[in-house]
């Protein structure tokens, strides 16, 4: 018997630390560099098909997700995920077999998960690549804004609102009408700039199930269950006759009211409110971070802050092209 075999007999490695991941790749969400270890070609693949398209845009230091993929003893996962975290660390996980931990000191992240999650690669992206990988972008380079974002002239509008404002429909809307795409539902302003630009995820598109009725193109797109729980259409833009663009500066930020009758319209939006609004989703990772982030947003706030009041989409995006058109 080798001194290397009396070793590990001695000195096993039961908490996996030396677990051995030989499949490696590079991506780059958002533009950021992003370093993913696995010992499963389903994680790679999954990786590939929500982060594949996206290239290089910044040259930070690339974080780093170890992913572990072990032999599965349940039948199914739960379809919630608990999340903590403290100072640097935050450590999200649905059970004993699927979870993850991220140290932002160190843009590492590391977990496990199940072979029957692993095959499953739109819940590996949705509850444990895009978790991980986007928190450490954040917390490393970025400040969160829940929001879609479209082009027109090169004028980038932040269509800001909670969930079910019309955030997505009203960006595929503007899209369709010659905007340029960003994102639907969330973006990352950069905070190392000392501009307004931000980054979203200009290659998918999610639209809730009456989608078709909206839209005649979408009509044989069938609505799927998210990893979210939610029932919607997923469509890569690719797939669609959209311009779209990875980033851009925000020069407006427009509030979305779509319960109003009458004609579309805007007025101004208290700054104070908008910031607020913002700041909301400061709400983990080290105190100089927060701060960073919160600089951040102070910053977004010299942009045009409106709030739209509309019903009809066609009269809402003529309204949004006056405002970028006429700068007020």
């Given amino acids: 018997m080798t001194e290397k075999s009396v070793l590990q007999m001695v000195l096993p490695d039961p908490v996996l630390s030396a677990f051995d991941l030989p499949l490696r790749a590079r991506f780059y ?3 950021f560099p992003l370093d993913l270890a696995t010992n499963s070609a389903h994680v790679i693949q999954a990786a590939e098909e929500g982060w594949g398209q996206f290239t290089q845009q910044f040259d930070a230091t690339p974080v780093r997700m170890h992913l572990g993929v072990a032999a599965s003893s349940n039948a199914q996962m739960p379809t919630d995920s608990v999340f903590r975290s403290r100072e640097h660390l935050m450590f999200f996980a649905a059970d004993s077999e699927n979870f993850m931990v991220c140290d932002f000191k160190q843009n590492f992240a590391f977990g496990w998960i199940n072979e029957l999650v692993a095959a499953d690669h739109g819940l590996v992206r ?9 928190t450490l972008i954040e917390q490393q380079s970025g ?12 004028s980038g509008v932040a269509l800001m609102g909670d969930s079910f404002a019309g955030k997505s429909t009203l960006s595929y809307a503007c899209a369709r009408a010659g905007w340029t795409f960003v994102s639907d539902d969330g973006v990352q302003l950069v905070r190392d700039r000392s501009d307004r630009y931000s980054v979203g995820d200009p290659y998918a598109i999610r639209l809730r199930e009456d989608a078709g009725r909206l839209f005649p193109e979408l009509q044989d797109r069938m609505p799927v269950k998210r990893p979210n729980g939610k029932i ?10 959209i311009q779209s663009a990875p980033g851009c500066s925000i020069d407006h930020i427009v509030f979305l009211n779509r319960n109003e009758p009458g004609p579309a319209r805007i007025r101004r939006y208290p700054k104070d409110e908008a910031l607020s609004w913002c700041e909301r989703y400061v ?19 010299t942009a045009g802050i409106w709030e739209m009041r509309y019903s009809d989409l066609d009269d809402a995006i003529s309204r949004l092209e006056q405002l970028v058109d006429s700068g007020g």
């Fill in 126 to 134: 949705y509850r444990f690549l895009t978790a991980a990988g986007l």
């Fill in 143 to 154: 400040a969160s804004l829940h929001c879609g974002l479209v082009v027109r002239n090169g």
């Fill in 29 to 31: 969400p958002f533009g």
């Fill in 232 to 241: 919607g259409i997923e469509i890569f833009t690719s797939e669609l006759p």
């Fill in 283 to 301: 709400t983990f990772g080290a105190r100089e971070t927060r701060e960073a982030q919160i600089r951040c947003y102070e910053r977004l706030m």
